[in-house]
Antibody, heavy 122, light 108 residues
Framework: QVQLLQSGREAKKPGASVKVSCKAS????????ITWVRQAPGLGLEWVAWINPYDGNTHSSEKVQGRVTMTTDTFTSTVYMELRSLRSDDTAVYFC???????????????WGQGTLVIVSS | EIVLTQSPGTLSLSPGQRATLSCRASQSVRNSYIAWYRQKPGQAPRFLIYGASIRATGIPDRFSGSGSGTDFTLTISRLEPEDFAVYYC?????????FGGGTKVEIK
């Protein structure tokens, strides 16, 4: 069965960087994009960024553009998201999710990781 | 960007009752590319519906979606205990992808 297993919670100071991982299993890794969605405490869902593991193409929201880098390790079927210059409003649970279809970043998400809490506080 | 407005904010119903959730878009959603998710506290969202009306694999037929253009609806015909949760709509027709603010379905 498809599973996405994320790394554990992180606590960072403003201005620092965080790198979150998402290990996929149960399907052919390069066949589906992976998207990051975040959820600030008590709030709704926000699309953050996407990567196509097949060719490395990425796309991110305006809010994080220039601060986010996504990479993949096809040997371990793992996606990494690094977010730099952290601000307090980056505090959220970050979910990785598998794109339902393989074509581009405009997709719904059929499987989700368990979430990684990133806390940004001085 | 397309803004999705969900209503009502909270729906108070009893098990076995019918729930009707609305999702209104600020502009027409290309190809009715609307998805719905259910999220229980402390969990990741679960994929329910895509293409406005197509149930995802394993989703029971008490869930149905409808709509086109700017107005979309998720209907749960008979609420089960596990259905008391928050529901989000999402549009994936235009970048950036956006989500609605959610509707909480609570036990009356």
């Amino acid at each position: 069965q498809v599973q996405l297993l994320q790394s554990g919670r992180e606590a960072k100071k403003p201005g620092a960087s965080v790198k979150v991982s998402c290990k996929a299993s149960g399907y052919t890794f390069i066949n589906n994009g992976i998207t990051w969605v975040r959820q600030a405490p008590g709030l709704g869902l926000e699309w953050v960024a996407w990567i196509n593991p097949y060719d490395g193409n990425t796309h991110s929201s305006e809010k994080v553009q220039g601060r986010v880098t996504m990479t993949t390790d096809t040997f371990t079927s793992t996606v990494y998201m690094e977010l730099r210059s952290l601000r307090s409003d980056d505090t959220a649970v970050y979910f990785c999710a598998r794109n339902y279809d393989s074509s581009g970043h405009l997709d719904p998400f059929d499987h989700w990781g368990q979430g990684t809490l990133v806390i940004v506080s001085s | 960007e397309i803004v999705l407005t969900q209503s009502p904010g909270t729906l108070s119903l009893s098990p076995g009752q019918r729930a009707t959730l609305s999702c209104r878009a600020s502009q027409s959603v290309r190809n009715s590319y609307i998805a719905w998710y259910r999220q229980k506290p402390g969990q990741a969202p679960r994929f329910l519906i895509y293409g406005a009306s197509i149930r995802a694999t394993g989703i029971p037929d008490r869930f149905s979606g409808s709509g086109s253009g700017t107005d979309f609806t998720l209907t749960i015909s008979r609420l089960e205990p596990e259905d008391f949760a928050v529901y989000y709509c999402q549009q994936y027709g235009t970048s950036p992808l956006t989500f609605g603010g959610g509707t909480k379905v609570e036990i009356k």
